[in-house]
C-alpha cells in the first residue's frame, strides 16, 4: 500500500507543471540560485535579487566560482521572457521597455566584475567575451526550468553590444535580440568616430565646439584654477592621471560626449561669454570627474575589456596638437585606460567574426540607434542578407534612442516584426 501511495504521488508530480507551483517553490528547486524577495514593480507578480553561481573560467571548474548579481521580476510561468544584459553594474530590478512590451518576465543581470559580481580577487584573464556570455548561458539554462517559452534578450551601450555578442555564441538561448545604441567597434581607435565627428550637425555648430575647445587650452592658466576648486569641492583624486592631463583629456572628450547625449548647440558659450560660464558648461557636458581617480576605478573593467578585445576610440589631435602641455603628441591619445595601467595585448578577432555573423545570419535581430548619437558610427549597418530591423532615429542620442520616442511607424515596425518573431499579439 505504501509503495501504491509512494507510485501515486511521484506519477502527480510528473504531470505537474510550473504553474502548479508559486514562483518561490520553482526558485528553491533551481541549481546555484540564492535569493531574496525585494518589492515588486507593478504588474508583477513578485521580484527577488537573485545570486547565481557561476565559474569564474568556464572551461576549468578548478579556478573557483563567485556570484552574479541578477533581478528576477516575474509575471507568470506562461509568459514570454526578457534577459537584460547589462554591460556594467546593476543595482535594481527597473523594468525595461521590452519586457513592458510584450509584457514578458524579466532577469536583469550585471556583468561579470562589475558591482557586486566579482569574486574574491580580479583576475583580468578571465574577462573575456567568451566568459562573460558564458555566464549569459548558464542563466538561461537555469530559468528554462521553469520559463520554457520564448526568451528576448536586450541591453543598452555596453550592454547592448553584450547581448550581440550573446547572440553570437549562443544563437539558441533567445528568440529575439534587441540591441540598443551598440557599438561594434572595429579596432582599438576606430575611426569611423572621426569621421562622425567631422560631419554631425552643421558646420556652425561644429565650429562652435571647436572655438571652446581652442579656448579652454589657450586659457588654461586661468582655467586650471578654476578647475582646481571644482575638483576639490567635488572631492576628485587625481593620481592614475596629473591633474594637467585629466583638464586634456576632458576637452578633447568635450565633442565625443557633446553628441553623445543630446546637447543643444545654442547651449554653447559665445565667444564673448565669461570664464566662469564657459567653465559651468564644460563640466556639465564633459569636465574632468569622468577621469579622475573614481571613475577610473569604477569603470576599470570596462578599460579591460575595450583594451583587450571589444575595441573603442581615441581623439583626433590634428587641431590641437600645438595647445597641449601634459599628453603626448606624437600619437593619438586612446580614450582607453588599463587598470593599473597594465599592459595587455589587443586581440578584436572576436568582435570581427561576431560583425560577420551579424551580416550572414543575424537573424531576428532589432537595432535601435539614435542618428545624433557619436556611438552610431561604429553601430552594425542595415543589410538585406537577413531578417533584421534597423533603427537610427532622427535626432535621438544615447540616452534617448528608445521605443518610446519612436514615431507611430517606426513603433508599427517594430511590433509587426515582434510579434511575426515571437509568434504573439502584442497589445
Known sequence: MKNIAIACLLLLSATLTAQDFNIEEQLYNLPDVIFKKINTPLGYEAAYELRIKQQIDHQDPKKGYFYQRAYLSHRGFNRPTTMVTQGYTSNSNRISEVAELIKSNQIDVEHRFFGESVPDSIEYQYLTLEQATADLHHINEIFRKIYPNKWVSTGISKGGQTSIFYRYFYPEDVDVSIPYVAPLNASLEDERIYTFLDTVGTNECRAKIKALQTRLLKERESVLPLLRWYSYGAQLHFNYLTFEEAFEYAVLEYSFSFWQWGNDCNDIPSKNASLEEVLY??????????????????????????????????????????????????????????????????NNSTPKKAAEWAKKHGNKMIYINGNSDTWSATAIRPNDNVDAIWFFLDGKDHRDARIKNMNNSERVKLVNNLERWLDMEIE
Open 281 to 346: 558648461h564644460f563640466v556639465t557636458v564633459s569636465g574632468v570627474d569622468f577621469f579622475a581617480d573614481q571613475s577610473m576605478e569604477d569603470f576599470a573593467s570596462h578599460y579591460y575589456q575595450a583594451g583587450s578585445q571589444m575595441g573603442y576610440y581615441g581623439y583626433n589631435i590634428s587641431d590641437f596638437k600645438p595647445l597641449l602641455k601634459a599628453l603626448p603628441t606624437d600619437k593619438n591619445p586612446s580614450a582607453v585606460f588599463m587598470p593599473n595601467k597594465m599592459k595587455v595585448p589587443f
